[in-house]
């Protein structure tokens, strides 16, 4: 009994696609046998017919590679994917780094992923099982959420939400009462884990930054807003990288061995020179706020701010209250 030929180049692709890739190729006896295996062997896959389905799946631009190997036998393979492996790593690395995402969701993405290429290549993806990581329980409100933010900032809609943080209790609380917030919706960004809004706040005209997992009651209205131009790439590096307040120069003396997390911080093309030895001293335009503050001073005795003057008396006076606390 013959396979159909529609159902046979398919089932040709599927198995060279699962099961081959650069370092696994298949003999033409291989193939013959694991299509029986699929179809029962009471199915008589001809050689020839398979020939012309590698012909035909090259013509549609399905790459199949013959390779000759020892006394002339010919092994196929299929090498060409959509995703380098090291792209699904990046893929796989921000699924399971995804706070809110739950253990569940996380599973079903990546086991999508790893469809994405051969079996043996899927099997050197990181899996779930290493990880162990605790998840929102509005996983679910959160993923039509993010879908309604999307559809807002693309066809240029007012967005209406509540918004809140936890307290002491671990009892969400809604800021302003509950009220809801009227936001001019521009970009969607991912950092440090989290998924941040980030539009202009209707009430007080203001550029504001939300994180998506504390919104509550999501909608979109049918208001419709025109949208003005201004550097998100600028915004992003003010607020998440440089701290959001009052632009000043600073001069700041860390130890050498801090040399990596102030780049990391301000940059390659950061003002750094040496000081002596054992130090060296950052010179660079910032925002000067209390996320600042408490970056410089996370690094306890190995960063001395040098100025602005405001900047060196507030770091006195939190180093003086700490000092205070554990000296009662």
């Given at each position: 009994m013959s396979v159909p030929?529609?159902?046979?180049?398919?089932?040709l692709k599927q198995l060279l696609f699962e099961e081959t890739d650069e370092n696994h190729e298949l003999s033409m006896e291989e193939i013959i046998r694991k299509l029986e295996q699929a179809y029962g062997h009471e199915f008589n896959v001809d050689k020839r017919a398979i020939k012309r389905d590698l012909e035909a799946l090259n013509n549609e631009h399905f790459e199949v590679v013959e390779n000759v190997g020892e006394k002339g036998k010919k092994y196929y393979s299929h090498q060409a994917r959509l995703?380098?492996?090291?792209?699904?790593?990046?893929?796989?690395?921000?699924?399971?780094?995804?706070?809110f995402i739950t253990s569940e969701e996380t599973e079903t993405i990546i086991r999508k992923l790893k469809k994405l290429t051969s079996r043996s290549l899927a099997k050197d993806l990181p899996t779930p099982l290493i990880y162990s990581q605790t998840a929102s329980m509005d996983y679910k409100q959160i993923k039509l959420n993010i879908d309604k933010i999307h559809r807002a900032i693309a066809e240029n809609y007012h967005l209406h939400y509540q918004y809140g943080t936890y307290n002491v209790h671990k009892t969400f609380v809604l800021h302003r009462e509950g009220e809801m917030y009227d936001v001019k919706?521009?970009?969607?960004?991912?950092?440090?884990?989290?998924?941040?809004?980030?539009?202009?706040?209707?009430?007080?005209?203001?550029?504001?930054?939300?994180?998506?997992?504390?919104?509550?009651?999501?909608?979109?209205?049918?208001?419709k807003f025109k949208r003005i131009r201004f550097d998100i790439t600028d915004y992003v590096n003010k607020t998440f990288h440089m701290f959001s307040?009052?632009?000043q120069r600073m001069k700041i003396q860390f130890d050498n061995d801090l040399i990596?997390?102030?780049?990391?911080?301000?940059?390659?093309?950061?003002?750094?020179?040496?000081?002596?030895?054992?130090?060296?001293?950052?010179?660079?335009?910032?925002?000067?706020?209390?996320?600042?503050?408490?970056?410089?001073?996370?690094?306890?005795?190995?960063?001395?701010?040098?100025?602005?003057?405001?900047?060196?008396?507030k770091v006195k006076q939190e180093a003086e209250q700490l000092y205070a606390l554990y000296h009662k």
């Open positions: 030929a529609t159902q046979r180049i398919l089932r995703f380098e492996t090291y792209q699904l790593r990046l893929l796989v690395d921000a699924v399971l780094s995804a706070r919706p521009y970009a969607l960004i991912w950092h440090n884990d989290y998924y941040y809004l980030i539009g202009y706040f209707v009430k007080t005209d203001e550029l504001r930054h939300y994180r998506v997992d504390r919104m509550r009651n999501v909608e979109i209205s049918d208001r307040g009052e632009e990596n997390p102030v780049l990391d911080r301000f940059g390659l093309d950061a003002d750094i020179h040496p000081c002596d030895e054992s130090s060296f001293i950052l010179s660079a335009k910032a925002s000067i706020s209390d996320g600042l503050l408490g970056w410089i001073l996370n690094w306890g005795s190995k960063a001395k701010v040098i100025s602005p003057d405001h900047l060196v008396e």
